[in-house]
């Protein structure tokens, strides 16, 4: 079966600008998840859907991140406007269904440089 | 507050050795417990997992975990290490829907 698609794997842009990053979770996988990887760290859940609907956003910045996931299957991430502290690994995970921490199934990731 | 340490940054095992890898969490209760490995430029992967029962858990390839709730720990082992070993393991706990993730051990392995 087809894992988790990213794209794209790389950005690289100026504080201030946006970008916008796009998630294809595994066919039939109804949670999907959105982490913030910062260099050294662990990764840090931003948002979690569940089909089409938010289950925690959180830790979500919303005065600049925002995340939907339109018909329940594929899902967008965008930052605006981008600042220095946002360069990370952006991964997206998707699970078959949210209850006792079903195995997540993660995407390469998209590492996003801001200058 | 709920929360996943590993208190080793950055391990340097030799191939063959065996290895260790510690991560204890903070939670009242029984958690869900994870180890996953992410290699260069690559998603992370679970190893095993655990659940309840049995407190020797089995992963692929080659690891296993034991879980000690006296010591709220929950360590990764594999008893040969392999080159191909080289990579960041992170022990996560799910719990109300949300994974938690300790901030990683980097390995290296030594030829």
């Known amino acids: 079966e087809a894992g988790v698609a990213q794209s794209p794997r790389y950005k690289i842009i100026e504080k201030r600008q946006s970008v916008a990053f796009w998630c294809n979770p595994i066919?039939?996988?109804?949670?999907l998840y959105w982490y913030q990887q910062i260099l050294g760290q662990g990764p840090k859940l931003l948002i979690q859907?569940?089909?089409?609907?938010?289950?925690?956003d959180s830790q979500l910045p919303k005065d600049r991140f925002s995340a939907e996931r339109l018909k329940g299957v594929d899902s967008t991430l965008k930052i605006q406007p981008a600042k220095l502290e946002d360069s990370a690994v952006y991964l997206c995970?998707?699970?078959?269904?949210?209850?006792?921490?079903?195995?997540?199934?993660f995407g390469p990731g998209t590492r996003l440089t801001v200058l | 507050a709920q929360s996943v340490t590993q208190p080793d940054i950055h391990i340097t095992v030799s191939e063959g050795a065996s290895l260790e890898l510690r991560c204890n969490y903070s939670?009242?209760?029984?958690?869900?417990l994870f180890w996953y490995v992410q290699s260069p430029g690559q998603g992370l992967q679970l190893l095993l997992k655990?659940?309840?029962?049995?407190?020797l858990v089995q992963g692929i390839k080659g690891f296993e975990a034991e879980f000690k709730r006296s010591q709220s720990s929950f360590n990764l082992r594999k008893p040969s290490v392999h080159w191909s070993d080289a990579a960041e393991y992170f022990c996560?706990?799910?719990?109300?829907?949300?994974?938690?993730f300790g901030s990683g051990t980097k390995l290296n392995v030594k030829p």
């Open positions: 995970a998707s699970s078959s269904n949210s209850g006792r921490g079903d195995e997540q199934f």
């Open positions: 066919s039939g996988h109804a949670t």
């Open positions: 859907f569940q089909n089409n609907g938010v289950v925690d």
């Open positions: 996560a706990f799910y719990n109300f829907n949300k994974f938690y």
């Open positions: 655990y659940f309840s029962g049995d407190t």
């Open positions: 939670y009242g209760a029984t958690p869900y």
